[in-house]
């Protein structure tokens, strides 16, 4: 049997790099083009500006996602699943943002803040993967009312 557990990752320098190398893998970025070591987001998380949820199989990350208080919002900055576990029966990224979306009061914590939304960027096809989650288009993003 699987063993899938969601929780809230340690922004270590080892856990920074892994969760990069598995954001590359996600989106088939290639890490040649720019080291993961040298991102936007690795500067962002080295800084404490993110929050991140992880998923673990059998003990392992698979998956992510990073959260920021942007918007005055709950504002899921990026979330990725292992491309070879994309699109499996196991629903990682959905319920990935649902373990998010239901622990918004560890985030209201880290960021000193209360959430009243929650904001997502959509790429690439995704706009009906949100929609099924409770999000709806608004101004260029889409938004859930938490």
């Known amino acids: 049997m699987t063993n899938i557990k969601y929780e809230i990752i340690p922004l270590t ?3 920074i790099t892994l969760l990069e190398r598995l954001r590359y893998d996600a989106y088939g970025m290639n890490p040649n083009d720019l080291p993961p070591e040298n991102t936007l987001h690795t500067r962002e998380l080295k800084n404490g500006k993110y929050l991140v949820f992880g ?3 059998d003990n392992q990350i698979v998956g992510a996602c990073y959260t920021s208080n942007t918007r005055k919002s709950l504002y899921i900055e990026q ?3 292992l491309k070879k576990y994309q699109n499996s029966s196991l629903h990682l990224g959905s319920n990935l943002l649902k373990f998010v979306l239901a622990n918004k009061k560890v985030a209201e914590e880290y960021f000193n803040s209360k959430f009243y939304f929650s904001y997502l960027d959509t790429y ?3 706009t009906s993967f ?3 989650l409770g999000y709806e288009e608004k101004d260029s993003h889409m938004r859930k009312r938490l």
Do not use: A, P, Q, V
């Open 55 to 57: 998923c673990l199989l």
């Open 130 to 132: 949100y929609e099924s």
């Open 13 to 15: 320098e080892e856990n």
């Open 124 to 126: 690439k096809n995704t």
């Open 79 to 81: 979330l990725f699943i």
